[in-house]
């Protein structure tokens, strides 16, 4: 992130709090039945997707890495929603996406 203004810029960053995460399970070996059901069940988004830093305060043109983490479960499919507030100004939505597979050999 890069504060452009000539103003001290305070910032929070949240998850969109109506948002909640599907999760599909894939089969590993997925039969007929199994590809027409697929498993789904719903998780708090802040037990898949972390923000870090959360909170902080940018001077005029000084920058500052935000570090988004996905926890991936075994061959799930995550989507969800991060916001950044700014004191005084807009809320900047991000979408967040995370994929992950089996691991087989």
């Known amino acids: 992130m890069t504060n452009i203004s000539e103003m ?14 599907s999760l ?9 039945e199994s590809k027409k059901k697929k498993k789904k069940k719903e998780l708090p ?3 898949v997707f ?5 909170s902080g305060i940018l001077h005029p043109g000084e920058s500052e890495t935000v570090e988004f983490t996905y926890y991936a479960g075994h ?6 929603i991060a ?21 087989s050999y």
């Open 24 to 32: 599909i399970v894939k089969d590993e070996e997925p039969s007929e």
């Open 75 to 80: 061959g799930m499919t995550y989507n969800g």
């Open 83 to 103: 916001v950044c507030s700014i004191e005084g100004g807009p809320d900047y939505q991000i979408p967040l996406a995370g994929e992950s597979s089996f691991v």
């Open 50 to 54: 972390d923000i870090l830093p959360v």
């Open 45 to 47: 988004i802040n037990e």
């Open 8 to 21: 001290i810029c305070a910032y929070d960053w949240s998850f969109l709090e109506e948002e909640v995460t």
